[in-house]
């Protein structure tokens, strides 16, 4: 059925846009519905700029220098930031980023809206972010919920432009629509989306308990795993392994497995059967539809929200039987980022990517617990050492079943894994009061059109 809007002359002129996405139905409904109520434009009400333009080198720690990835609907995502240095912050002061700030990624993934807190300082960005810096009139919270309503989606997607990527300028951004409410409103938005940052805060905490804990357990709390001069090994051990390279035998590694040794460790592969996902080819994705987990889609917390592809119920019906994740399994990288691990707390109704194993337990062990021990110092350091130092494209499954896994006495493993289920269960329910933020919104928005 072909969809299509009738426009006057005078509105091509004045938006200086020709092409037919822009003139999108439902595109002009979003803009007739916000003009129909009060309202601002964003522009007249807060300061808005971009972050820099020009190399900079990163550092181990310093100032955090946000990029478009950072940005996660409501909140930063913080786990891959990067450094720079106070003179960078100085020399771009503009884009110092204050408490209250509202950031909005401008290229890529366009138009995730996340708000600045004070554990998020000190922090700077790069010109694929834009700083909103409210002066008057508008909650940035309020704001921050709008943006990522499908009201606010829908305007920066109408305004974006670009064929290879999307991007929205500054100028569209400060055109940007946003409806007033009163303060008992923004004061509810402003709840819900500090209980869901609570929550979040509470998810870290347990997962680094349950960490703590496995550490512990293993005496590896204070293990110390930094690199030393020289190590002696046997020719033997060297043909085992169909390795020479130096920095595969380096004593940390070999401190490590020794303890986990100790705790009853076995290969992963005689606790699991693993079995490789599926890849469709770029040319599969679509918009919308049952949810392909790639390697990019997948944390030690879950699937990420972003930039995330979908396959026809039809391609979906034909692979599920093989490729389909099931509670109870755990999801594990091999490719691009080796070794993140998710046990899966529900079964998902999606497709895992060829860079995606699928475990399904078959010894005693709980599957939360295995997740920890491959995402904490117990599985990372083994991921480094078949690294080689360098950065693995591909971590192979025979590499992935000889990863050694310490199993610990079954009471040890609950405690652990409740830990790990307390943490993840926080997560979750964060996510469903920022949705929930969302949609108080849209829902405000669209009571007053009747």
């Not at 004070?118 to 508008?138: E, T």
């Not at 085992?240 to 986990?260: C, G, H, M, T, W």
């Not at 890849?279 to 917390?301: C, D, H, M, T, W």
């Not at 997740?371 to 690294?387: F, K, P, T, W, Y």
Request: aromatic share 8%; with cysteine.
């Amino acid at each position: 059925m072909i969809s299509f809007s009738v426009i006057q002359k005078s509105q091509l002129e004045g938006a200086k846009r020709i092409d037919a996405e822009y003139y999108q139905s439902e595109f002009l409904d979003t803009k007739k519905s916000l003009l129909s109520k009060e309202h601002v434009i964003l522009g007249e009400h807060a300061f808005v700029t971009d972050g820099e333009h020009g190399s900079v080198d990163f550092l181990e720690k310093g100032v955090k220098y946000l990029t478009a990835e950072n940005i996660n609907l409501g909140f930063l995502a913080l786990k891959d930031v990067r450094f720079v240095s106070d003179a960078v912050n100085t020399r771009n002061k503009r884009a110092e980023l204050k408490k209250g700030d509202v950031t909005l990624s401008i290229k890529g993934t366009v138009g995730t809206s996340a708000i600045i807190f004070d554990d998020d300082l000190p922090a700077n960005m790069n010109r694929d972010v834009s700083r909103i810096h409210i002066k008057d009139s508008i909650n940035p919270f309020f704001l921050t919920a709008f943006l990522n309503s499908r009201y606010g989606q829908g305007q920066t997607l109408r305004e974006s432009s670009g064929n290879v990527q999307q991007m929205i300028t500054l100028s569209r951004i400060r055109e940007l629509i946003v409806p007033i409410f009163g303060d008992k409103f923004n004061q509810e938005i402003e709840y819900t989306i500090n209980k869901a940052r609570k929550l979040l805060k509470d998810s870290k905490s347990f997962y680094s308990q349950a960490e703590n804990l496995l550490l512990e357990e293993l005496g590896l709390k204070d293990f110390a795993h930094a690199d030393e001069l020289y190590g002696v090994i046997r020719l033997s051990e060297a043909k085992k392994a169909n390795r020479v390279d130096a920095e595969y035998f380096q004593p940390k590694y070999e401190k490590l497995v020794s303890v986990i040794q100790k705790n009853k460790g076995e290969p992963l592969g005689s606790l699991i059967t693993l079995k490789k996902g599926f890849e469709p080819g770029s040319e599969a994705y679509q918009e919308e539809g049952k949810i392909f987990i790639r390697v990019s889609s997948l944390s030690k917390n879950g699937l990420e929200d972003k930039d995330q592809k979908y396959l026809s119920e039809k391609l979906y019906e034909k692979l599920k039987k093989e490729y389909e994740p099931k509670k109870g399994e755990i999801l594990l990288t091999k490719d691009a980022s080796p070794g993140i691990a998710y046990a899966l707390i529900e079964s998902i109704q999606g497709i895992i990517s060829g860079g995606i194993l699928r475990l399904k337990l078959k010894e005693d062990v709980i599957s939360e617990y295995i997740a920890l021990c491959i995402n904490s110092i117990v599985g990372q350091m083994q991921v480094e050492r078949d690294s080689g130092g360098s950065i693995i494209a591909h971590w192979k499954p025979e590499q992935v079943k000889s990863l050694l896994i310490p199993v610990l006495p079954r009471v040890a493993q609950e405690k652990i894994a409740d830990l790990v289920r307390k943490s993840h269960e926080a997560r979750k329910k964060s996510k469903e009061l920022l949705e929930e933020a969302k949609h108080k919104v849209e829902e405000m928005i669209e009571n007053q059109n009747v």
